[in-house]
């Protein structure tokens, strides 16, 4: 049996052959077209579609059809607060798919960016986070959580932590009773659970009416915790820094725990921070500059198809210019520590060395002694009596 392979113009076309009536698309209703073909339609090939012809262009820009497109991705969306939000898109929930999907990359090359400039853009009222957690084609965790930019949240470390919810009906319980995974060690779980959590975290920025999935969909590490046994899946996007040349970590660590009785799982927290090529937080302040640049594509930010080992390729890139940048700190710092320290002779052992106590040769002076502390007070309370006398 052959399998004929037709064009979408070519496949509707074809409804009309064995009546011999219409001739063209134009000659079929647009409604058996929406409801019928393009309905049935994916997001990328709606748009693939678009470009056949200027008819299907127009019936393809029919919200309704991009609203059921975005809801069955990210079901958090589907918050009458988020849907109001999204409406006021340039092209409603067309162009919210086109932020949202696919994720932000940038080419982890230090090369020379414009500066971001904390100042930049108006600081919205709330940033609204979307987020969505599927094990295979399941949806496990659906959440979305509006955060106040207030004056505590931009002078504040950036974390946005989202817990467990029970009664919500967007929290549901996995199982991995599964043949193949009956019986297994620690690591085939941790790699099943790696290829089979998908994570979509979609900053909204109601001011500038963009948005964007800071996630890096699948895990780029996963482990298992040594205190309660919980398992650990970090997800990861590396995108500009506020300064040239730097790079910063958009990262996002799931928590699963296991349930009541052993009989599965489910996701206990969801957290996002902001770390720099020293593994320090960031500043709420930084995080809204540097997202909002990356929602607009500034600086070498695209939205592309990246597979999941490209994925953990530019995680690990990003730790190894990280640790190397900070080696190169602390070998500019050791001349000062080891200054304090006696010059080793060649023939001296290791377990000899002992360190001198700084003097004020080497710029250090020595912390006053408890008893030093003692006899200045005193001092001070006996020329404050004299004064008094005076």
């Not at 919200?63 to 009458?80: G, Y």
């Amino acid at each position: 049996m052959r399998l004929q392979v037709y064009s979408i113009s070519e496949y509707i076309q074809s409804f009309s052959e064995p009546s011999g009536m219409a001739t063209t698309l134009a000659d079929i209703h647009p409604d058996l077209i929406q409801t019928h073909i393009l309905s049935l339609l994916d997001g990328p090939s709606l748009c693939s579609t678009a470009t056949a012809s200027p008819y299907l262009q127009t019936l393809c820009t029919d919200d309704n059809l991009w609203s059921h497109i975005c809801n069955s991705n990210w079901p958090s969306i589907t918050d009458p607060r988020v849907d109001d939000i999204i409406s006021t898109f340039p092209a409603g929930h067309r162009s919210f798919f086109q932020d949202s999907y696919p994720a932000l990359v940038t080419d982890i090359i230090l090369k020379h960016r414009r500066p971001l400039d904390l100042p930049s853009q108006p600081c919205p009222p709330q940033i609204i986070s979307a987020v969505d957690i599927r094990y295979q084609n399941d949806v496990i965790y659906s959440k979305v959580d509006f955060t106040d930019t207030t004056d505590e949240f931009l002078s504040s470390d950036l974390r946005i932590r989202l817990g467990e919810d029970p009664e919500s009906k967007s929290f549901r319980s996995f199982n991995l009773k599964d043949d193949e995974l009956a019986g297994a060690d620690e690591a085939t779980l941790m790699s099943h659970l790696e290829e089979s959590l998908s994570l979509n975290w979609i900053l909204i920025d109601p001011t500038q009416k963009r948005a964007g999935n800071i996630s890096s969909i699948k895990p780029v590490g996963v482990r298992q915790g040594w205190m309660n046994g919980d398992t650990h899946l970090l997800y990861a996007t590396v995108l500009p820094g506020c300064d040239e040349n730097k790079m910063v970590q958009c990262r996002i660590q799931v928590v699963v725990g296991v349930d009541a009785g052993n009989i599965g799982l489910h996701v206990k927290e969801v957290m996002v921070e902001l770390l720099d090529m020293d593994f320090c937080r960031l500043k709420g302040r930084e995080f809204l500059v540097i997202t909002q640049r990356a929602l607009s594509g500034e600086n070498s930010v695209k939205r592309k198809m990246v597979d999941d080992e490209e994925n953990r390729r530019r995680y690990r890139e990003f730790k190894r210019i990280s640790i190397n940048s900070l080696s190169q700190l602390q070998s500019e710092e050791m001349p000062v520590i080891c200054s304090l320290c006696k010059p080793r002779p060649p023939s001296a052992p290791l377990h000899r060395l002992r360190l001198r106590p700084p003097t004020p040769r080497d710029g250090v002076h020595a912390p006053p002694s408890t008893l030093e502390r003692e006899r200045e007070r005193e001092r001070e309370r006996e020329r404050e009596r004299e004064r008094e006398r005076r």
